[in-house]
């Protein structure tokens, strides 16, 4: 299924996407259920679904932390099960799922990513990340010693070390007061008008969600139920707001359960 008609590289591209997990007593769980979705460049694409829907292992499987069980994916023009390594040095991602050495301080944790990615001038590189984040006070402190929504911005640090063109994240904003929250918004907001950057992202913030995004896909016991740009969706079911759709589109039992 396509979003868009453009003739570029898509930043993501997938067909026929599952996951299968091995469940409790070996019991089959398909989190991701045979998903086909394009996302184009330059564009911020949300997605949304309830718990369990399969939001976080899709992204798993776009970032390369998970291989798909079957289905091709593609990103950034790299299929993601042969050459993957081609692909991840041109992305990077936030998730408040993703803990770092607790021993080691903010500095030292992005200095690590930072060699990884084989980002030159690192220490600068660092700063600046930093300073843009206002995380320039927090860089010596310990990373187990930072609250819940200190994490979230130095996990987005981290993904934006490498200057990526193409973002993955996972609730953005979670655990952040309402006023930082709309900070980070503003701020993607601002690096992705700057860069050109494609994001990608899964959120359970609606309002996060019609503020950020240019489409959404809707996902349902691991597969997309619906699609589109927030303002076509919510005049489709005759809503006022994509909270509305979305629990529309929650409460409709699943012809496939
Ligand atoms: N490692 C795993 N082993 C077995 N089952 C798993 C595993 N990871 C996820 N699942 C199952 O796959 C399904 C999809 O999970 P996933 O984490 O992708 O959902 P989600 O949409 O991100 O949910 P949430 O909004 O709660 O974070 C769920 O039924 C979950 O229990």
Redesign the pocket.
């Known amino acids: 299924m396509s979003l868009d008609t453009e003739e570029t590289v898509p930043a993501i591209e997938a067909d026929g996407l599952t996951?299968v997990?091995?469940?409790p007593n070996r019991q089959p769980?398909?989190?991701?259920d045979g998903i086909a979705f394009r996302v184009p460049g330059n564009r911020t694409i949300g997605?949304l679904?309830?718990?369990?829907?399969?939001?976080?292992?899709?992204?798993?499987m776009v970032v390369g932390l998970?291989l798909p069980t079957s289905g091709s994916l593609r990103v950034l023009g790299r299929d993601m099960v042969h050459d993957r390594h081609l692909a991840l040095a041109r992305m990077n991602f936030s998730s408040p799922y993703v803990d770092l050495p607790h021993r080691l301080t903010v500095r030292e944790n992005l200095n690590i990513y930072a060699h990884l990615y084989g980002v030159p001038s690192a220490r600068l590189r660092i700063e600046a990340v930093a300073e843009d984040l206002h995380l320039t006070d927090l860089l010596k402190r310990p990373a187990g010693k930072l609250s819940a929504g200190q994490k979230t911005r130095v996990s987005l640090a981290k993904a934006m070390l490498n200057d990526p063109v193409l973002l993955l994240l996972?609730?953005p904003t979670a655990s952040l007061d309402p006023d930082t929250g709309d900070w980070v918004r503003d701020y993607l907001i601002r690096w992705r008008a700057r860069t050109g950057a494609t994001m990608f992202l899964?959120s359970?913030n609606m309002a996060e969600v019609e503020r950020l995004c240019d489409e959404v896909l809707i996902?349902k016991a691991?597969r997309i139920q619906d699609q589109g740009a927030p303002g076509a969706l919510i005049g489709r079911y005759g809503r006022r707001t994509l909270e509305e759709v979305f629990l529309d589109i929650a409460r409709t039992p699943d012809p496939f359960a």
Request: charged content about 20%; glycine content about 22%; overall charge negative.
């Open positions: 996951k997990f091995e469940g769980v398909t989190a991701v997605l679904g309830g718990n369990g829907a399969g939001k976080t292992t899709t992204i798993s998970l996972d609730e899964a359970h996902m691991g």
